[in-house]
């Protein structure tokens, strides 16, 4: 872990309030809800919960790139010097690819088809730098052979149907990092891809931070590559955080009912005993679909009392980057990997 050193710097991303609503034929539904996190320089911040959560469309929100459908609300988002709230269209579009970059779920959809590689990579340089095509090229040579590309002269002259799903991730990670950017986001950057790959794509993430020195917004599913990757991480649910820490304060010890049943459902092949069953969480995720009155989680959990169907959730902090948002107090004693299905 990186920990210690990112967590004390001051934040390089500040959000505050984050709602993302988006009308729809059934009625609003409220994507993002009252979102708060920061991010600070070098670190690296997961966000983690099960599909539909909100995690991809909150990296959405921070980029500008909602859907037609969508309405964004917030108290705060600031970036470095900049209020993403009140920057114009053009000023925003001359951030990304600039000071923001995103790595997004499916290289395949992201590239253009009837580019080269070359082209597209170039293109962001030649957007954002004062530079020559030839200093484009050689920024995106480099690049590709940073990230692991074997003869990348030759792969610039290739479309994206010619590269395997592992090099047109790579691509994208070069293409991110073509400006240096201070944050990058990384969606679920490894879905698709065998665990050989993932594990190299992981890798390569870790270094090219230690060289660039940039922050990272990681948006997974995957409790391993939390644990591996993260400085600190916010579990998301219904479109909410539910509870924040590192990966050491959340993993040994999660106060958040949803959490704890996450961690129960993580496969521990270190466990040779079979009668160890995998859990899971009974319930379906309500709609978002109108408002949630009361606590998003109480159709699922087994701690529900009266009091979670009405008003307002607390969010208790543990400490300054600890807290989770229940009206159960804090429990002293450590759930990690709670024996499962044990008889």
Known sequence: MKGADAIQEPSLLVVEGLNVDMSTPSGELH???????????RETFCLVGES?????????????????????TASRMQFGDRDLLTIGTREMAALRGSRLGMIFQDPMTSLNPVYTIG???EEIYLRHRSVTRQEARGRAEYLLQRVGIMSP????????????????QRVMIAMALMCEPHLIIADEPTTALDVTVQVQIL?????????????????????????????????????????TGTPLEVFENPQHPYTQGLLRCAPNFGLKDKRHRLGAIPGLVPSLINE??????????????PECANGHVPLRRLSPERAYLCH???????HMVPERGAQ
């Open 31 to 41: 994507a993002v809800r009252s979102v708060d996190f920061s991010v600070k320089h």
């Open 153 to 168: 002269a030759l792969r610039l002259r290739q479309f994206p149907h010619q590269l395997s799903g592992g090099l047109r």
């Open 119 to 121: 082209d597209q990579l």
């Open 292 to 305: 949630i009155q009361g606590c998003s989680f109480r159709n699922r959990c087994d701690f529900v009392t």
């Open 52 to 72: 539909g959560c909100g995690k991809t469309m909150t990296s959405l929100a921070l980029m500008r790139l909602l859907p037609s459908n969508a309405r964004l």
């Open 203 to 243: 890798r390569i993430l870790e270094d090219l931070q230690q060289e660039f020195g940039m922050a990272i917004i990681l948006i997974t599913h995957n409790l391993g590559i939390v644990a591996r990757m993260a400085d600190r991480l916010a579990v998301m649910y219904a479109g909410e955080i539910i509870e």
């Open 328 to 334: 159960r107090e804090p429990d002293p004693v450590a």
